[in-house]
């Protein structure tokens, strides 16, 4: 039998070095580790800038800044509930009735059929929001809800700890790249539906998605040689 990851997540999150590595790299890596240690096929980490805007500033998977757009757009959420709320969000089933129809509908879009979400603060301070997505209805445990919130209080710690180091100044600067990099996406996706009438914005995304893996380049730097090409 394998050993069970659960505990080994906990211990890798606390021996973070925030100096170690970029503040992007550092959160992405936090997500990392907490996706393999849950049923979920990736994560996102939902942040709040300078304006009070929530913004998916690291995750391990396209995907998710895709998905976390339909509640940005509408304002309803799982990750914005649990960011406000400071409670755990679950989702059984994004096929099924209930709240948060855009954001549900664009999970189902991507293959996501159920969803985590856990708030991220510190000296109940509240932080954001990280979001888990699983291809599975139901993935999610009452063990698997404990276990996050127990990861997220180590992760929120780092998140802090990596504010203090980098700055205030620094996060605010990879929140707005964040929010860069999804306007350009965005920008390339509407120039794909319009050369081809057929698409809808996930289309354009697969389209964008496609060209990322078959070329080994980030999705952004796709999306920014689109929009150039059209200058």
Not at 110 to 128: F, N, Q, Y
Not at 160 to 168: I, K, L, P
Not at 171 to 181: F, P
């Amino acid at each position: 039998m394998g050993s069970d990851p659960r505990p080994a997540a906990l211990i890798e999150l606390s021996k973070i070095i925030v100096s170690e590595r970029p503040l992007r790299e550092t959160l992405s890596h936090v997500s990392e580790v907490i996706t393999a240690a849950l049923p979920a096929a990736f994560a996102g980490m939902t942040l709040i800038d300078e304006r009070g805007q929530p913004v998916t500033t690291a995750y391990t998977d396209e995907d998710s800044p895709e998905i976390d757009a339909a509640q940005y757009r509408t304002d309803a959420g799982p990750c914005l509930d649990a960011w406000r709320l400071a409670h755990a969000v679950r989702i059984a089933d994004t096929a099924a009735d209930g709240p948060y129809e855009a954001f549900c509908a664009a999970a189902v879009a991507h293959g996501i059929r159920s969803t985590l979400s856990v708030p991220l603060c510190a000296l109940d301070e509240p932080l954001g929001a990280l979001n888990l997505y699983s291809h599975e209805v139901d993935a999610f445990s009452d063990d698997d809800v404990e276990l996050a919130l127990q990861l997220v209080e180590v992760a929120a710690v780092v998140l802090v700890n990596a504010r203090a180091f980098w700055g205030e100044r620094e996060l605010n600067l990879q929140l707005n790249d964040a929010l860069s990099s999804r306007a350009v996406i965005e920008q390339a996706k509407g120039i794909l539906m319009a050369r081809n009438a057929t698409l809808d914005a996930d289309a354009a995304f697969d389209v964008l998605r496609s060209a990322s893996q078959r070329e080994n380049v980030k999705l952004r730097d796709i999306a920014e040689r689109i929009v150039a090409s059209r200058a």
